[in-house]
């Protein structure tokens, strides 16, 4: 029990640390004129359009502040966002690596500089990029399904259904806030051709060993092991769209674009820096599928920081915000994969 105690305590501290340091707020000197227009023209005085479809950033807002008269109620809320970033980033890679390799992003999380940048700001893509970590948490769950329970149990896709249906509800809310982020729908599909693809390795591996109507030969064996991420891919895709024309977004970003300050030279250092991490982890997912013809929650971490890498700094001159805050749980995980390599070292030296 103890023991329990104490590691919920690390992971309460851990998880605190990056909303601890977003709540001191921006570094000195950082250009905070979109922070303001936003406060002014989104919460404050909002135009007639955003009375009428407010979007998940006003309402994440206006929940927690009239920002003008609180201003520690305003920090608060861009705290709270980073807590469920730092939240969602524990569980993708606690659940694709290990809990230590969690443990490890967490802190990683803290060393990106856009923590002290925009990521310090009251913008609407700051709820956007944790709703889009939220949707990925939820898309862990169905990876659970083959590991925790049997296959033919009727449980087996009660995980599923949720994890399938959180994950649409959390990217259309997160729409609502950055209407151009449909590249996000796109982890889905990398998700599904990974399945296809490890379903089509296994049946190369086996159909020399097997009789043509046993295991992968029978189309059931395909249909069984796509069939649950192509019907993910359909009902995420169909909430997006739904969930964005019922609650309603904010119809207008461009006039807050041209005040966010500028990507930085070190930005894109760190987005560098994550690569050898991606390619570790596809080095290893390639290894994997090899071996198994089911997905796991390692390939929702891979196919996540792959779309997230594309679409980031280090390949994009103009990039957009969200991607620019979704950058730093990108490092976090990527300097994560590194984790078991470095275990399994000092475990060999020790058995030396």
Known sequence: MRRLLLELWAWLVLVSLAPLIAFSGPRPGANTRVEEHYIQTRI????????????????????????????????????????MIGIAVAVLVGGGISPVAGAIALVALVCHPILQGLGALMTPWLPAAAFVLLALAFLQGMALPTIIVRRRSPAAWLPRVIATLGCGLAIGLAATAEPEMVWVALIPSFLFLLAFLSATIAHFRVRDRYPAERFMTHPWSFIRRTLPWAVCWFVVLTLFVEVYQLAGGDPINDDLRPLVPPSTSTEMVFAWASLPGILLLAWREGLRLTARSRLAGSSVLFASLVVFWMYGPALNANVA????????????????????????????????
């Open 44 to 83: 404050i005085e909002p135009a007639p359009a955003y009375r009428e479809s407010p979007g998940l950033a006003r309402a994440w807002y206006s929940w927690f502040l009239a920002p003008r008269e609180s201003p520690t109620r305003a920090r608060l809320s861009v705290a709270m966002a980073w807590l």
């Open 321 to 352: 915000p969200l991607a620019r805050l979704l950058a730093a749980p990108v490092f976090a995980a990527s300097v994560a994969a590194w984790t078991p390599v470095v275990v399994g070292y000092y475990e060999r030296r020790r058995q030396l």
